[in-house]
């Protein structure tokens, strides 16, 4: 049975049409005009409208006009046209409008009752995808946020008279961004088509598995017996093979986070906020990593929190600083270079070192221009030390992997040695083993444009990162850094005096220069330049100096 609005200034016509309507089983009203039918239409609610043509006061194209244009809550009723004028001209003048259907007068009721029919599953369907694409995600066909929350509140429902546990498993997939802007939205898509399928063959047929937007999906489960531990397990192990988007494969990283009812929250806001956080600390240890919520991890996502809005004007604000840390000739003694290192200083924030804010200004892009800033500040130092005080400092800048993964790179460096007027042999950019997981053609031909300029390039802490030999022969690397972590032990750990002599043998059998880091004790020096390391750096010679205090000291040597 439908709701049918009957709208026709001739009474004898209008309610012929409500008897027959009525007999058929239907709910039917009347209006005598276009005006009297508009507040029928809020007052009555119809499945469908019948409406003559011409009316006075409002005829039905003004009607439908209106309703049309101004009220879109009611814009989408089914809307058939009934006029004794039937040419060609009158239907498509109502058809343009948005009428659904045209019957002349006198009217068939067998017609009209088929139309009505007819008229009637349309808008079923109408409703239906609109309820459906109000609750499931387009892109992954799984349940959006608005009925996960759903889903998650009647769950914890449930486990609160079961005395049951319920996990939140928020998963988050790595470096998502990267993948749409290197390969587009299509590419972005199917990635997270196939995360969908693949997080949701990890769970049985009583867990929920949703869609939260950005690249972050849900799990709703029963914690009986610590499944969720299990489950996290199963949706780390799923991304171990690749994915295949645009017809290359991509390798794709998940991070998890899991809060657990009753123990981490009572409510499925604060148990989706606490998942998230213990899920953002997972995501910071790169792509399989997983994290259960513990009420300190509160703490240091408000922290993290704090850092990031202080972090986002401190460079306006004047808050960055640059250290220089001498590095010498292992011959001579003397200083050859010096390595700019970041310091960020803010009244509010106690020791936060650049192991604390740097992964944070790397994670939301505001290490281009900080890195940026940093390079121009040390080539105008070293330019000062060269120029002014007449010392031929070479200046060591770190470069992040974002700054050579976005934006443009080399223009940015060979801009500021223009406006420095710093010489490009006098510039060495240190990159990390980790961005030579990237192994891309970008890669490869962004460090050739550079050591083109005649920048010369070093890979730094080498051995504590994706070691392979096959990157020192790949990329055109000048000098290689021994990280501390194995110079501190070469005086009493025979193991890391071995691993320094193979790192230091094997760099200079690919021709490359060597800088020891860390160092701390003169019998540490002695060993490194029985093996001919040609550069030492660390508190052994001087801690990271002002530039004046740099300065002071080049001239002492002097």
Known sequence: ???????????????????ELTDAGHEVRGARDGVEGLEAIYQFNPDVVLCDVNMPNMNGHELLR???????????????????????GNVVDGLQMGADDYLTKPVEYDLLLAKIESAQRVRDSYETKIAYASHFDSVTGLPNR?????????????????????????VGVIDFKKITDAMGRAAGDMVLREAAQRISACVGDEETVAFLGGSEFLVIASDRNYNAETIVRRVIDAFDTPVFAESQEIKVGVSVGAAIFPDDAQDPFTMLRNADAAMSLAAQEGGGSYRFFRRELSD?????????ALLNSALERDEFALLYQPIIDGASGRIVAAEAL????????????????????ERN???????????????????????????????AVNLSARQFTSGDLVGVVRKILEETGLSPRLLELEVTERLLMDDSHDL????????????????????????????LKKYPFDTLKVDRAFVSGVEDDESDAT?????????????????????????????????NVEYLQGYHFARPLSAEDFTALLRDEQ
């Open 300 to 308: 240091q996502v408000e922290q993290r929190m704090l850092l990031e």
């Open 66 to 88: 209106e309703l049309r244009a101004n009220h879109p809550e009611k814009s989408n009723v089914p809307f058939i046209f009934l006029t004794a004028f039937g040419g060609s």
């Open 342 to 361: 970041l310091r960020w200083n803010n009244p509010e924030v106690d020791r936060a070192g650049p192991d604390v804010f740097i992964p944070i200004v």
């Open 146 to 170: 608005v009925l996960a929350l759903d889903r998650l509140l009647q769950q914890l429902a449930h486990g609160y008279e079961r005395q049951d546990r319920i996990a939140a498993l928020t």
């Open 1 to 19: 049975m439908s709701r049918v609005l009957c709208i026709d200034d001739e009474d004898l016509i209008r309610e012929d049409l409500i008897e």
């Open 365 to 395: 892009g505001q290490i281009l221009p900080i890195g940026e800033w940093a390079l121009r500040t040390a080539c105008r130092q070293a330019k000062t030390w060269n120029d002014v005080h007449g010392f031929p400092v070479k200046m």
């Open 499 to 531: 691993l320094v002599r193979a790192i230091v043998a094997m760099a200079h059998g690919l021709r490359l220069e060597v800088v020891a880091e860390g160092i701390e004790s003169a019998g540490q020096q002695t060993f490194l330049k029985t093996l």
């Open 444 to 471: 490869m031909s962004t460090m050739t444009a550079l050591r083109d300029i005649g920048v010369s390039l070093s890979i730094d802490d080498f051995g504590t990162g994706y070691s392979a030999l096959s990157y």
